[in-house]
């Protein structure tokens, strides 16, 4: 909510697409994700692409630190 709020949700939806993510969308009321999307964000942030190498290890960062257990395994395996 916050990135949204800063950068409005079309200009974030436009960077989804821009990445290929085609059926993922943030609406002022939701956020619409694919398994298959969130597979192609997980990997560009894996590979340094996503913005750039130190931004993503600073995500990845902050995912192993999560603990909120909204129905699926808090966190990151260590092996990510």
Known sequence: ALLQDLVGAPN???SLAALGLTDSA???EDITITAQDMEL???FMGSGKLIDRQSS???ASLMQL???DNGL???VPPEA
């Open 73 to 75: 395994d808090a966190g």
């Open 41 to 43: 964000l997980l990997q």
């Open 66 to 68: 999560e603990t909120f």
């Open 57 to 59: 290890e600073v995500m």
């Open 12 to 14: 974030i939806n436009e």
């Open 26 to 28: 943030l609406t002022p």
